[in-house]
């Protein structure tokens, strides 16, 4: 058991090193971010507890992005995981979704986010927020704001979300104040899909309701040099 746990531990790290790098192999598709943070509504509540109140607030026509779904999930599970700490068992945690037009984009202030049309996602906590000193360092790879035995993290978190939004076109930004919480601002760009590509998407959506039968026969190869890897690794299969 402990060899299995440190071997799933292992492959989960070089995933988000691989994230943070931006090596990843995605599989670009394109997706409601009102639909995907709606199906992930109860699997976010059960993350952050009963003690915190979680809002979603959803904007008017958002419109389609394109990204990796799985690794979506990844960066928004991640800045609720990070707000939950941030907030030590009690205050609100808000996720809100809505279009930036050009104009507004603009108008953000962020001299880093290029003029377009984006679809922002902003997951914003009542916590203890992040100091100056420190914004700067948060997306680094290992950096943690956490004091030393405080937590499991690997401070690969924030880091793998900076990789993944970096994959997909985008742009974050941390707002915080001391004792004010913070708020993580996801730009990523709008996508108008053609007429065929809707239609892919929506006979996707609903085969992916209809409950399949995944059993069947065959015969599994595995191919390992190292005797004892072998030995666990089938016996797992």
């Known amino acids: 058991m402990q060899i299995k746990q440190n071997a799933n531990r292992a492959a989960n790290l070089v995933r988000q090193l691989l994230a943070f790098s931006r090596q990843q192999t995605l599989k670009l598709e394109v997706l409601s971010v009102t639909d995907v943070l709606a199906d992930l509504t109860n699997l976010l509540r059960r993350l952050i507890g009963e003690m915190i109140e979680m809002k979603m607030v959803h904007g008017r026509d958002v419109s389609y992005i394109k990204a990796d779904q799985g690794q979506f999930e990844q960066v928004i599970i991640n800045l609720t995981v990070n707000a939950r700490d941030a907030m030590s068992g009690d205050g609100t945690l808000t996720i809100s979704i809505d279009n930036v037009t050009q104009v507004q984009s603009v108008r953000m202030g962020h001299d880093m ?6 679809v922002l996602i902003k997951v914003k906590d009542t916590g203890t927020g992040v100091p100056k000193e420190q914004v700067g360092k948060i997306f680094e790879p290992f950096y943690t704001t956490k004091e ?6 690997t401070g690969l978190g924030l880091s793998t979300v900076y990789g993944i939004v970096k994959q997909f076109g985008g742009y974050v930004f941390v707002e915080s104040e001391i004792d004010e919480g913070a708020s993580f601002n996801i ?7 053609e007429e065929s590509e809707r239609v892919v998407t929506e006979r996707a959506s609903e085969s992916s309701t209809v409950s399949q039968d995944l059993t069947g026969q065959g015969t599994i190869l595995l191919v390992e040099d ?5 030995m666990f690794g089938a016996r797992a299969l």
């Open 187 to 193: 730009f990523l760009p709008q996508f108008v899909p």
């Open 113 to 118: 986010l290029p003029r377009g049309d984006y």
């Open 148 to 153: 030393g035995g405080a937590g499991t993290g």
């Open 226 to 230: 190292e005797d004892a890897v072998r």
